[in-house]
């Protein structure tokens, strides 16, 4: 056991020693991400069609591999069940590029209807199972459902914002968590050699 930890805390020293190095990058992506995620916020109209088509594109791009992997691996038993999910995502990904408007609707609905479904299931395994720190999750649960049920409330008016509200508060906090790992590594002090 004390070679596996000793090998354990020679890795952490080492990965934490190339994050010390490159603290100013890890800080440049962060304030990057909060300047795009604060530009997200304040445009989420636009940030909502760019995420649709952009998922589009992707569904595309996939869709085109996939059929492709079918034809080059013709005789696996999996043959067929690769070139119809590749068929689908094309066709999905054509439908998301050409209506982008429509694709967000259908998303924003989606998206009420799982944070209602989670924010009870979170609620009721709080109440149910009082586990250390339920109430937290009580209150994630609580607040998860009222979400929820905001995006509903507003659907279909609120859908054209909704998606792209959400990357860009996304964006804002992965852009803060990486600023502040940036300035607790370059504290950190260098490892002897």
Known sequence: ????????????????????????????????????????IGSAFVATLTTILVLGILFLVGGVVEIANSFWAHCWRGFWLHLLSGILYVVLGFLLVQHPVA?????????????MIGGLFRIISALVDHFHGWGWVLLNGIVTLVLGILIWRGWPESSLKIIGLFVGIDMLFAGW???MMAL??????AQPS
């Open 103 to 115: 694709a967000a609707t259908g998303f924003t609905l989606v998206l009420a209807a799982g944070f």
């Open 177 to 179: 968590s990486w600023i």
């Open 1 to 40: 056991m004390p070679l596996i930890s000793e090998h354990l805390s020679n890795v952490v020293a080492y990965e934490l020693e190339g994050l010390r190095k490159n603290w100013g990058w890890l800080l440049v992506l962060g304030i990057l991400l909060v300047v795009v995620g604060l530009m997200a």
């Open 184 to 189: 607790a590594v370059r504290s950190v002090p």
